[in-house]
């Protein structure tokens, strides 16, 4: 058997596996306790999860998102894409901000918006009355 042969048989062995895990909510301070709520793949789970997301919104919860950044503020959801659409605020230093007279306003920073798949990501809400 030739080194081409083996090879080819090498690459036929070889699997791709992906793992795709499914987004988890979690609502904390509810009336019966906190909840958890996995997010799957099916039509159904995507239907049901907009549904709650945007109820949610609407009635006033605070959603956070892990990012590889820390959690960020949900400002919004975008049902057909299945994303939350949050702000990156630009880290700003006091080394890189420039001089400026006492009396002038302090400069804005630039909101940036990015989206964060609802597959794959935890999110946290808090309801509005929720105390701690």
């Known amino acids: ?13 070889t699997a791709r596996f992906e793992v795709r895990s499914p987004g988890m909510l979690e609502v904390l301070s509810v009336g019966k306790g906190d909840l958890k709520i ?3 793949d099916s039509n159904k789970d995507r239907a049901d999860a907009q ?8 009635k006033g919860y605070t959603l956070f998102v892990e990012t590889a950044d820390g ?5 919004r959801f975008l049902p057909d894409a299945m994303a939350y659409v949050v702000v990156d605020t630009p880290d700003v230093t006091s080394a890189a901000e420039p001089e400026r007279a006492a009396d002038e306003p302090a400069p804005k920073r630039q909101r940036k918006l990015r989206t964060v798949p609802v597959g794959g990501s935890k999110t946290t809400a808090i309801g509005r009355t929720a105390g701690g």
């Open 1 to 13: 058997m030739g080194r081409q042969s083996k090879l080819k048989q090498q690459r036929r062995r």
């Open 38 to 40: 996995a997010v799957g």
């Open 51 to 58: 549904r709650l997301i945007e109820e949610m919104l609407r």
């Open 71 to 75: 959690p960020l503020k949900v400002t």
